[in-house]
């Protein structure tokens, strides 16, 4: 099982919140961040971290007015013995993973209003919101067996590997560009 605990930074645009991490890669990036789906879910180790990372984004990209800086735990079932361990848990995601491009998509629950991720079940979850699988939005299922459901979809329609993971994600401050 992989634990990941740490912050992250959400600028806000027109069009979708992205998570950013911290840089683990040496190309790809213009700055000290990385897209949180692309660094192997890499979060920064401090809030101080986050925080400069946004205040660095903000100032190079004009399409984003504000950041949300946010806490993020996740665990992720890395074989399918431990896939089993998440029967009674929730605030579920699947993950789509692609080794070729290096990316690690969140899926999570379908939310009224939202786009989803048709064909696939649900909708990928910075287009939902960060809209989790939990028992309220599952019923009458568990929220393990919609995103089981959702990763074995993932693996027969995307010819992809795909696991299930816990995502908790809690918004801590909100900054704002510097004019």
Known sequence: MRKIE????????????????????KTGSDGNYDNFEF???????TRLEATAGARELLSKRQDATKADIARVIMEIAEN???????VNKTNLVSIMIDEDQ????????????????YPLPG???KDN???????ANSKPLLPFKRALYQAKEI????????????????????ILRNK
């Open 6 to 25: 740490g912050y992250v930074f959400m600028p806000h645009n027109e069009r979708v919140t992205f998570m950013f991490g911290r840089r683990i890669a």
């Open 123 to 125: 909708a990928v979850l």
């Open 102 to 117: 290096g990316l690690r998509i969140l899926y999570g629950a379908l939310v009224q209003g939202f786009r989803p991720a």
């Open 155 to 174: 693996n027969r329609q995307g010819q992809l590997p795909a696991t299930i993971a816990t995502f908790k994600l809690k918004i801590l401050e909100t």
């Open 129 to 135: 919101g960060y809209v989790t699988y939990t028992r």
């Open 80 to 86: 399918k013995g431990e896939v089993e361990l998440f």
């Open 39 to 45: 660094n192997d879910f890499s979060p920064y180790k």
